[in-house]
């Protein structure tokens, strides 16, 4: 589910799509797949998660027959930041999350 660009590759690829999917629509299929049970791997496009809804949020928590996956919005792919992201930093420190250097790479691999 997102824009139809995103969406148009996934019906390539066979899936069944959502061009130019809305929260509500999200949260219409998603509660849909809860109620009858069904197994289903869900892609979404990142900002169909944020603020997540009610359906989204049971899916995560109470699924295990729904696989939710981000992607990160096409025109954008170095922007995306996955929700993940927040509980890593507050675990771990946001320093794990920070790109080295390319300089501390090659001293690195040398």
């Given at each position: 589910?997102?824009?139809?660009?995103?969406?148009?590759?996934?019906?390539?690829?066979?899936?069944?799509?959502?061009?130019?999917?809305?929260?509500?629509?999200?949260?219409n299929?998603?509660?849909?797949?809860?109620?009858?049970?069904?197994?289903?791997?869900?892609?979404?496009?990142?900002?169909?998660?944020?603020?997540?809804g009610?359906?989204?949020?049971?899916?995560?928590?109470?699924?295990?027959?729904?696989?939710?996956?981000?992607?990160?919005p096409?025109?954008?792919?170095?922007?995306?930041?996955?929700?993940?992201?927040?509980?890593?930093?507050r675990?771990?420190?946001?320093?794990?999350?920070?790109?080295?250097d390319?300089?501390?790479?090659?001293?690195?691999?040398?």
């Amino acid at each position: 589910m997102g824009s139809n660009a995103l969406a148009e590759g996934f019906a390539l690829l066979g899936f069944e799509i959502f061009p130019h999917a809305t929260r509500d629509k999200v949260e219409n299929v998603l509660s849909e797949l809860l109620k009858n049970k069904e197994n289903a791997l869900v892609f979404l496009e990142d900002n169909l998660t944020r603020p997540p809804g009610t359906s989204l949020l049971r899916a995560r928590r109470e699924s295990a027959r729904i696989i939710l996956t981000e992607i990160p919005p096409l025109s954008a792919p170095d922007s995306y930041r996955p929700s993940v992201e927040d509980l890593v930093a507050r675990v771990l420190g946001t320093s794990v999350l920070e790109k080295p250097d390319s300089v501390e790479l090659e001293t690195a691999q040398n």
